[in-house]
């Protein structure tokens, strides 16, 4: 597609980072050379996407505007999909070995997520800042901003260790990906979570994020000043009037790693395969 493959690593994306927000509205080329100059004083130079996902993976700060962070997880997501791929050719053909890979990729994500916050609360201070962290109000809401940056985060934690694809077989799906999904792909699905990615650290650790971010938007911290119990207040969140794209999917990943997680160890008893049909008892 567009003389590239339908699934690309990240080295082949020959690109720079997304520019800065007042070169993408200037209205006129003179506007663009001063935002230009302005942005040359100030030490800021145009680094290459894989420059920047690099930079992070080594917990190195990346100066761009938010969109470039968007994209930089973007690229760490698509480093821990072709590393769990990697993984799985090592494990079912023998060729090359598992890699400790996740650990530094968990490092970087959260590393992100820091240099995301210390740049968010650079910008929203008073002392002056420089263009590329700046966000217009008309462009972006800085509270979109700042939901936006912990949904991402908790998908990365938790794609990191988990396939979505595994727990939605698990859990009874008929097709997936364009295809029937058959008895055989569920018992494979079925003893790969229960066997091997239940008891692992990694479970535990996607587990928690699911977790982290369930409370979070199912169960946002009162200040008190309502005086009633979380409990009490009932679900506030509507996943129809979400604003933001991702976060009801996201919300649906964690919860389907929670019931994956909880039904390898406590459901699989009550649970009954036939030749025909999957559901849990």
Known sequence: ?????????????????????????APSGAEVRSHEHSLTLSGYRPMSFL??????????????????????????MSVSWHMRMQDVRASSIGVGKQGSWSDQLASA???????????????????PVCLYDRISSDVMDKEKVFESRTVLHHLARMAMYVDIVDCQILAGAKRSLGRVITANDHAAASK???????????????????LRFLSAVLLPEDDGSSGRHPS???????????????????LYFAALVV???????????????????FHVV
């Open 51 to 76: 420059e920047a996902l690099k930079k992070t993976l080594n917990s190195q700060h990346v100066q761009t505007n938010t969109f470039g962070r968007v994209t930089i997880m973007a690229g760490l």
């Open 109 to 127: 994500c959260d590393f992100w997520r820091r240099d995301f916050d210390a740049s968010l609360a650079k910008s929203s201070s008073n002392a």
């Open 259 to 277: 019931w994956t997680y909880g039904f390898c160890y406590v459901g699989y008893k009550s649970y009954t395969n036939t030749a025909t049909s």
């Open 232 to 250: 009490a207040q009932g679900l506030a969140y509507s996943a129809r009037d979400d604003n933001l794209l991702n976060r009801p999917w996201v």
């Open 1 to 25: 597609m567009f003389g590239h493959a339908a699934v690309m690593v990240a080295h082949e994306m020959r690109i720079p980072l997304p520019c800065d927000e007042a070169l993408w509205a």
């Open 192 to 210: 790969k979570l229960r066997e091997t990615w239940a008891p692992s650290h990694g479970a535990r650790d996607a587990v928690f994020y699911a």
